[in-house]
């Protein structure tokens, strides 16, 4: 094989070591792995919507945060482990305001699935303001807003057989 590449799926799998052993033993010597995960969770909404109270979504990340949601390892220990030696490590970050459609999309269909782990570990107010952000139709609405941007980062590792 002369290249893996593994994007935002390491942390799902049940034994990510035994996989990382398994890619280190089918590489080829001059072939590549390429590793690509999510650092944080991404974020929409403006710090101040102008109802609420501000810092909602700093909130919500706190929450899921604390809960585990997406978290994972820095991968380059299990890498070098597995007889594959990490090449490099880098981090790109993203921003991305000016294609509102898709924003607003990605924005309603991520806060969705954010809001239906967030019951009783936010205060009422913060879920109200939540359910009028994801209502489809309102002023509120997230697919109303002009004020959106996708913002994250993603870390990419790349190794080869150290043999």
């Not at 490099?88 to 294609?99: D, G, L, V």
């Not at 806060?111 to 109200?128: F, I, K, S, V, W």
């Amino acid at each position: 094989m002369n290249l893996i590449w593994a994007a935002s799926s390491m942390h799902r799998m049940a034994n990510p070591a035994r996989v990382f052993e398994k890619i280190g033993t089918t590489l080829s010597k001059d072939c590549l792995l390429v590793v690509v995960e999510m650092d944080v969770l991404p974020r929409y909404l403006p710090e101040d919507l102008g109802f609420g109270t501000p810092g909602l979504e700093e909130r919500c990340h706190a929450a899921v945060n604390s809960a585990g949601w997406n978290s994972h390892p820095d991968w380059a220990e299990d890498i070098d482990r597995s007889g594959m030696a990490t090449t490099a490590k880098r981090t790109f970050t993203y921003s991305i305001a000016e294609e509102k459609e898709l924003v607003a999309s990605n924005a309603q269909n991520f806060l969705t699935r954010m809001r239906e782990n967030l019951t009783g570990t936010l205060p009422a107010e913060d879920l109200a303001t939540l359910d009028a952000l994801l209502a489809t139709h309102g002023p509120h609405s997230v697919l109303q807003r002009t004020d959106l941007a996708m913002r994250g980062s993603r870390t990419v590792w790349t190794a080869r057989p150290a043999r």
